[in-house]
């Protein structure tokens, strides 16, 4: 089995980020450290990654987790922020967060210990529909959203079309649903940035088919059997 799926369905991370933790001289095989890709990993081989010894999961988890803005989605922080992770603390598996949501940005994030539906949904060409709630100072014109939704220049991408519904407006704020099929850095942000309005709200409430639901700011929950279901199909 190739590494990075190795360290996938040990419950680490996406193969993406293993890729990474591969490149970045974090993963010995039997006591050596691999930064080659190719690796091939047998039954026999050990493998850890900084110093701690990891096995293939048999028991697969998923949660959903109603993130508030102050935390950053990371497993682990050298700044010592508070992280996704300390929201986390009741759930008794290794997890890692799908995707990530922004330091000021809230809702819907996904935890898994399964490798391969991170990959799925955090793959390139997945086009995952995530649907976020908008807030943004002053009003805006069907003709702005009819250009933001056309697709436009973020400044080092064109963002793909998207759908924008207009849920309410007036002269100091404007509110709206913004349904996007990729997760640039910053994307929604820089996407009003590029008309000259500012995001003074941002909260993720769907991903595909698993919506934030009633979770209260910082309240997780174990996702159900449809929802499993749904990830799982993702890796077929």
Do not use: W
Not at 39 to 66: A, G, H, M, P, R
Not at 98 to 117: A, K, P, S
């Amino acid at each position: 089995m190739r590494i990075n799926k190795y360290i996938a369905q040990c419950g680490v991370a996406s193969r993406r980020k293993a890729e990474e933790l591969i490149r970045f001289g974090k993963v010995k095989v039997n006591g050596k450290v691999t930064q080659d890709l190719s690796t091939d990993i047998k039954e026999t081989d050990i493998v850890s990654i900084d110093n701690k010894s990891i096995k293939l999961v048999s028991n697969f988890v998923y949660y959903k987790l109603n993130k508030p803005k102050g935390y950053i989605t990371s497993t682990s922080d050298d700044k010592d922020r508070k992280t996704v992770m300390n929201l986390m603390r009741g759930v008794h598996f290794r997890v890692f967060p799908i995707g990530r949501l922004d330091y000021d940005t809230e809702g819907l994030l996904l935890f898994t210990n399964d490798g391969e539906v991170a990959n799925a949904l955090t793959k390139p060409n997945s086009e995952v529909k995530k649907s976020y709630i908008v807030h943004i100072g002053g009003s805006i014109s069907q003709e702005e959203i009819k250009h933001l939704s056309k697709g436009v220049d973020i400044g080092d991408y064109i963002t793909k079309p998207c759908s924008i519904e207009l849920l309410d407006t007036s002269e100091n704020q404007s509110k709206l649903k913004v349904t996007i099929s990729e997760g640039k850095n910053r994307q929604i942000r820089k996407m009003f940035s590029s008309i000259n309005k500012e995001v003074t709200f941002l909260k993720r409430v769907q991903i595909g088919e698993i919506k934030l639901g009633g979770l209260s700011r910082g309240e997780y929950s174990p996702l159900n059997k449809k929802e499993i279901n749904y990830l799982k199909s993702l890796k077929k």
